[in-house]
């Protein structure tokens, strides 16, 4: 049993690990593809920038290494 739990532990760590970032690459993007569409028109130009900005913050905070990744090295 205790083999069984190690190993469910392994792929919730690692599922944890995996859909954390692809959640974050996706909603980035899907930011910043709103922003470019928000830019097109003159009036929503500074609305579109921050969050074309924000997108690209989501995308760079969810691929920088977590602590626990830095502690298992």
């Known amino acids: 049993m ?3 739990s190690r190993l ?3 792929v919730a760590d690692f599922l944890d690990r995996v859909l954390g970032r692809t ?5 980035g993007v899907f930011l910043m593809l709103v922003g470019l ?3 097109a ?3 929503l130009l500074p609305g ?3 969050v ?3 997108g690209a913050l989501v995308i760079a905070i969810g691929m920088r290494p977590r602590k626990d990744d830095e502690q298992r090295a």
């Open 2 to 4: 205790d083999h069984l």
């Open 8 to 10: 469910i532990q392994q």
């Open 23 to 27: 959640v974050s690459l996706i909603l």
């Open 37 to 39: 569409g928000m830019m």
């Open 41 to 43: 028109s003159v009036v």
């Open 48 to 50: 579109g920038i921050a």
């Open 52 to 54: 074309g900005v924000l």
